[in-house]
């Protein structure tokens, strides 16, 4: 056994890997024969992540204009606007919220931000994008704050500077930088994609409770854990990682990430489908 395996049996020795990843594994099996398609896109994402310390800045930025798509909306939702948007996004990163340029929505103070009337300089390009697209303004002006904080960081190798720095930290900073609309399950959803997290989300969140891997936490109704205890889950993921495959892995992290996801996805929709019945 690995020093950081014995490391996480100290510090977690009350938790029992071996079980859970025992009945982690008993899902997964389940979730094979009712929805092998969530599993073909666990594994799809987990081939496609982009290693941390190598990809170049608009290699990154791939991994990060969608993420604001996906916030508090379903997963087919996102994919769907992401499809629409994507034509946009080549030149976004170097054009989008640059002053006196084709796209620069400004947001306005007196409504919420979620509010059509919150934002201005809507028109030309900005209006043509939100017609073609259906994505709600305040969504298009998140990705617009990220292009601005990508263009911050060098064009090479941005995010090399994260590779060994606290998951805590790289999230502050990252939240900082992306502006407005960039909270900690966002943000989180972008490191993901890069293999460094799993993205804390109330289905991630809901799998993980019932695997009695965070019975320790006191998890509020929102299903939105404190950046402490995020950090704490992201180590037991990883440490079952450890224990399924044995070794953790930036693959296999976004493998299980998306495993504990759909485990509670695809319950939520059949229990959804039966009341519905």
Same mark, same amino acid.
């Given at each position: 056994?690995s020093k950081? @395996?014995?490391d996480a049996?100290t510090v977690e020795?009350?938790?029992n890997?071996e079980g859970?990843?025992?009945?982690?594994n008993? $899902?997964?099996a389940?979730? #094979?024969a009712n929805? %092998?398609?969530?599993?073909e896109?666990?594994?799809?994402?987990?081939?496609? &992540?982009?290693?941390?310390?190598? #990809?170049? +800045?608009d290699?990154i !930025?791939t991994?990060? !204009?969608d993420k604001?798509l996906y916030?508090? =909306?379903?997963?087919?939702t996102?994919?769907?606007w992401?499809e629409k948007?994507?034509?946009?996004m080549?030149?976004a990163?170097?054009t989008w919220?640059?002053?006196g340029g084709d796209f620069?929505?400004? +947001?306005?103070g007196?409504?919420?931000i979620?509010?059509n009337?919150s934002?201005?300089?809507?028109n030309g390009?900005?209006k043509k994008v939100?017609?073609?697209?259906?994505?709600a303004w305040?969504r298009?002006?998140? &990705? @617009?704050? =990220?292009?601005?904080?990508?263009r911050?960081?060098?064009e090479?190798?941005?995010?090399?500077?994260?590779?060994?720095k %606290?998951l805590s930290?790289?999230?502050?900073?990252l +939240?900082r930088?992306l502006?407005?609309?960039w909270? /900690?399950?966002?943000?989180?959803?972008?490191?993901?994609?890069?293999?460094? =997290?799993?993205?804390?989300d109330?289905?991630?969140?809901r799998?993980?409770k019932?695997?009695? $891997?965070?019975?320790?936490f006191?998890?509020?109704?929102?299903g939105? $854990?404190?950046? *402490?205890?995020?950090d704490?889950?992201n180590?037991r993921v990883?440490?079952i990682?450890?224990?399924?495959?044995?070794?953790y892995?930036? @693959?296999?992290l976004r493998y299980?990430?998306?495993l504990?996801m759909? &485990?509670?996805? /695809?319950t *939520?929709?059949s @229990?959804?489908?039966?009341r519905g019945?």
């Amino acid at each position: 056994m690995s020093k950081s @395996q014995n490391d996480a049996k100290t510090v977690e020795g009350n938790i029992n890997f071996e079980g859970i990843v025992d009945r982690l594994n008993e $899902l997964e099996a389940q979730l #094979a024969a009712n929805a %092998p398609e969530a599993l073909e896109k666990a594994r799809k994402l987990s081939s496609e &992540i982009l290693d941390p310390r190598f #990809a170049d +800045r608009d290699e990154i !930025w791939t991994r990060v !204009w969608d993420k604001p798509l996906y916030a508090n =909306a379903q997963s087919g939702t996102g994919e769907m606007w992401g499809e629409k948007l994507k034509p946009y996004m080549d030149e976004a990163l170097l054009t989008w919220g640059k002053e006196g340029g084709d796209f620069c929505i400004e +947001r306005e103070g007196g409504h919420h931000i979620c509010a059509n009337d919150s934002y201005k300089n809507n028109n030309g390009l900005p209006k043509k994008v939100r017609e073609d697209t259906g994505i709600a303004w305040y969504r298009l002006y998140y &990705i @617009q704050n =990220a292009a601005c904080g990508m263009r911050s960081f060098p064009e090479h190798r941005p995010f090399a500077q994260f590779a060994d720095k %606290p998951l805590s930290k790289t999230v502050r900073t990252l +939240r900082r930088t992306l502006g407005v609309g960039w909270g /900690q399950v966002t943000t989180m959803h972008l490191l993901t994609d890069l293999g460094m =997290a799993v993205k804390p989300d109330r289905h991630l969140v809901r799998t993980c409770k019932e695997l009695g $891997l965070i019975d320790d936490f006191d998890v509020p109704s929102s299903g939105e $854990l404190k950046v *402490a205890q995020t950090d704490t889950l992201n180590d037991r993921v990883k440490e079952i990682c450890r224990t399924k495959y044995g070794e953790y892995t930036s @693959q296999n992290l976004r493998y299980v990430d998306k495993l504990l996801m759909e &485990i509670s996805s /695809q319950t *939520a929709n059949s @229990q959804t489908s039966c009341r519905g019945a």
